[in-house]
T-cell receptor
């Protein structure tokens, strides 16, 4: 079974600064997807960024980028130019690329990001 | 609103009572998922449907839990004889089957408190 670990329960960042969230995972599969989801307080979870394991290039979405190290099974998220609206719980998630697995997600425990004005 | 809709948003129930939650997925999505999220933790997979067929159930889904998705549209999750340990946020998500890297869209969840 796959596991996802987020070792930072909470991270604090000054507005306009950069913060990096760590995520490691364990799998025996070679083809899979990795995601970062954002969950603001009392609001629904939304997808921030996605990485396909077969792609060597790190994904980027505006101020969000990832550092994907497949051999090390590491998938960190960098938030640049942090904004007050970035304050939320961030979850790293794994999904098998095998259709039989049904697209279900395995989540890490989450990292709370606090943004200081 | 064309997103995933969950009702009710909050439910307080007495221990031993039965509760039922509803999820309306995005209309063209044929896969529907239920997750449970306890306070301060990441969501844990409970079960998923492809159209009306329930294809997988987690070991977390005890005999007191049952989920249905009649006609492959909305889904219900029922918990019988609720226990305090059932207190959690129950999240529903939907996705399309086809395509690589299809994204799951989440509802706002139903927060259950068992007193």
């Amino acid at each position: 079974a796959q596991t996802v670990t987020q070792s930072q329960p909470e991270m604090s960042v000054q507005e306009a600064e950069t913060v990096t969230l760590s995520c490691t995972y364990d799998t025996s599969e070679s083809d899979y997807y990795l995601f970062w989801y954002k969950q603001p307080p009392s609001r629904q979870m939304i997808l921030v960024i996605r990485q396909e394991a077969y792609k060597q290039q790190n994904a980027t979405e505006n101020r969000f980028s990832v550092n994907f190290q497949k051999a090390a099974k590491s998938f960190s998220l960098k938030i640049s130019d942090s904004q007050l609206g970035d304050a939320a719980m961030y979850f790293c998630a794994y999904r098998s690329a095998q259709d039989a697995a049904g697209n279900k997600l395995t989540f890490g425990g989450g990292t709370r990001v606090l943004v200081k004005p | 609103d064309t997103g995933v809709s969950q009702n009710p948003r909050h439910k307080i129930t007495k221990r031993g009572q039965n509760v039922t939650f509803r999820c309306d997925p995005i209309s063209e999505h044929n896969r529907l998922y239920w997750y449970r999220q306890t306070l301060g933790q990441g969501p844990e997979f409970l079960t998923y449907f492809q159209n009306e067929a329930q294809l997988e159930k987690s070991r977390l889904l005890s005999d007191r839990f049952s989920a249905e998705r009649p006609k492959g549209s909305f889904s219900t999750l029922e918990i019988q004889r609720t226990e305090q340990g059932d207190s959690a946020m129950y999240l529903c998500a939907s996705s399309q089957r086809t395509g690589m890297g299809t994204e799951a869209f989440f509802g706002q969840g139903t927060r259950l408190t068992v007193v």
